[in-house]
């Protein structure tokens, strides 16, 4: 039976390494992109995109159109691709406008409706 002995300055690197991933997670500088499928949140759109892609196809809000999936030739193809994606990109961009704009808006309202408040 083979044994792997790690050695201490390993695993006080990858404590060091949980710790750093832990704090950027809670940091509200941050700017996460949550799906709205499961419990996931994603660090950049195209992140986000992927997974959507992946597990929750049949919920993604945007499906590759035919000549992106093929048909026509391979440069026209890619170039519909990475057209399509930029597109994909702004729509989570315009989501996470829209989430933080509702956020404003009830910050604004407990302000505003909390009693004694002028």
């Known amino acids: 039976m083979y ?3 790690i ?3 390993a695993n006080l690197q990858r404590k ?15 700017q996460s992109h949550p ?7 994603f660090v950049t759109p195209s992140y986000l995109i992927s997974h959507l892609e ?14 992106a999936a093929g048909g026509s030739s391979h440069r026209a193809r890619s170039e519909d691709a990475a057209a399509f994606r930029a597109l994909q990109e702004d ?3 315009l ?10 808006v009830r910050g604004m309202w407990d302000v505003v409706a909390r009693p004694g408040a002028t």
């Open 3 to 5: 044994l792997r002995l």
């Open 7 to 9: 050695p201490a300055h």
């Open 16 to 30: 060091k390494a949980i710790a750093t991933y832990q704090q950027l997670l809670h940091s509200s500088d941050l």
């Open 35 to 41: 799906c709205a499928y499961c419990e996931k949140v």
């Open 54 to 67: 992946r597990r929750h196809p049949q919920h993604a809000p945007f499906a590759m159109p035919a000549s």
């Open 91 to 93: 729509v989570v961009r």
């Open 95 to 104: 989501q996470d406008e829209v989430r933080l704009a509702r956020q404003q």
